[in-house]
């Protein structure tokens, strides 16, 4: 079973910076790798919906970023460490959420529904 482990949250002023990361485990118990899987960051505020943010497959290098973060996130990947990366740049308000990362096989989607393991979120809390 994969394990993720999220990190890098905190509070920030608006227009500030956060990193994210996201440690993957456990990826080769069941005969894969991490080129295997593409890795997803989720974020759900209160009262909302989970909704996806940004996602690296490491199998074609794709990359997915919802249109309320492209041109301030950035997501890459250490596959030597098997790690995620989430750099978030003028973050707003409205990003305050719990941020979780999440892997599927293979290729990226913004569908929660299609990965099939999760981190236990960190917060990411953006003060106006």
């Known amino acids: 079973e994969v394990q993720l482990q999220a990190s890098g949250g905190g509070l920030v002023q608006a227009g500030g910076s956060l990193r994210l990361s996201c440690a993957a485990s456990g990826l080769t118990s069941m005969g894969f790798t991490f080129d295997d899987y593409a890795i997803g960051w989720f974020r759900q505020a209160p009262g909302k919906e989970r909704e996806g943010v940004s996602c690296i497959s490491s199998r074609d290098g794709s990359t997915y970023y919802a249109d309320s973060v492209e041109g301030r996130f950035t997501i890459d990947s250490d596959n030597a460490k098997n790690t995620v990366y989430l750099q978030m740049n003028s973050l707003k308000p409205e990003d305050t959420a719990v941020y979780y990362c999440?892997?599927?096989?293979?290729?990226?989607?913004?569908?929660?529904?299609?990965?099939?393991?999760w981190g236990q979120g960190t917060q990411v809390t953006v003060s106006s």
């Open positions: 999440a892997a599927a096989y293979y290729y990226c989607s913004s569908d929660p529904s299609l990965f099939s393991s």
